[in-house]
């Protein structure tokens, strides 16, 4: 017998980490197993008991079944199949939200640009804050991700362990726990994504093109409009806004841009570890 237990908050918070961590080593290891529910014990207790082979239809083998767990009657298979389109237009609505402030964060940067070069004497200003705005935009898409991949894993867990089975009776569940783990999912919802995780792969879909957009938009205005600068002392001053001298604008973009791709390089290698040690697909891994 297996045992991973942390104290739980008070309150319906996630798991903690100690139990998350056993949760998914479970889910990993893909061995027939029985997660016990936190009723009667700490919510966050989880506690995974060897259960041995099972039978085809006293436990599970078929579809809809689960390691410990009788097969699902017509009538569950028909309340499954309700939740799996539940889950799915609750995906569809987030991915929605997501490409509402991607659009957002282009058409402040086609205003932005429409002002910088709009005349010879325009400021490279509006280039600056769009930065600051589209800074804003990516934040809220990350959390806005975060709950999509929550819709995302459930219906998608249905489908490799339930409709996988049922379309084809020869496969297997590749996850014989997925039942206790989905019921686990609704009473106690947790990310299954860091923020940082979510931050880079939104820059690496979406952000980081119009980052670069953006800042060749301001290296070509300082450098070529309205005229060609001649001299290093000529593009600061044609960068600097008000007090702030060029040298500080041009060292924050600097920042700004090894920051964010330092954190899309992150989340590729997460991503890539991810689709390597779980053996996942590949569209799973990086979705």
């Known amino acids: 017998m297996m045992e991973a237990g942390s104290k739980a908050r008070s309150g319906a918070e996630p798991m903690s980490a100690g139990a998350e961590t056993a949760w998914h080593t479970a889910r990993r290891r893909g061995a027939h197993a029985r997660v016990i529910g936190p009723e009667g014990t700490d919510r966050d207790t989880v506690r995974i008991t060897s259960t041995g082979p099972t039978s085809r239809n006293r436990d599970g083998d078929g579809p809809g079944g689960g390691a410990g767990l009788p097969d699902l009657t017509t009538a569950e298979i028909g309340a ?6 539940g889950e799915v237009y609750r995906c569809s609505v987030w991915r929605t939200r997501l490409d509402t402030t991607t659009n957002w964060a282009v058409v402040t940067l086609g205003v932005a640009l ?3 070069f709009a005349a010879p004497e325009a400021s490279p200003l509006p280039l600056v804050l769009v ?3 589209n800074l804003f935009f990516l934040t809220l898409e990350a959390r806005r991700y975060r709950y999509c991949d929550i819709w995302r894993t459930r219906f998608r867990g249905m489908e490799k362990n339930f409709y996988a089975a049922l379309l084809d009776p020869r496969a297997r569940s590749p996850n014989p726990l997925w039942r ?8 106690y919802p947790v990310f299954h994504l860091s923020y940082a995780q979510a931050l880079g792969r939104r820059l690496r879909r979406s952000y980081i093109w119009i980052m670069f957009i953006q800042v060749a938009a301001f290296l ?9 600068v001649s001299s290093w002392d000529e593009a600061t001053q044609r960068a600097s806004v008000g007090a702030i001298p060029g040298e ?37 891994a990086i979705y």
Do not use: E
């Open 80 to 85: 499954l199949a309700h939740l799996y389109r």
């Open 180 to 187: 206790q783990m989905l019921a686990h999912d609704y009473v």
């Open 131 to 133: 930065g600051i705005l």
């Open 248 to 284: 500080v604008i041009f060292a924050g973009g600097v920042t700004y841009v090894v920051i964010f791709c330092a954190i899309a390089v992150y989340s590729a290698w997460r991503d890539r570890r991810r689709f390597h040690s779980d053996n996942m697909p590949l569209p799973d």
């Open 114 to 116: 429409s002002i910088s």
């Open 220 to 228: 070509g205005k300082i450098t070529v409009h309205p005229t060609p």
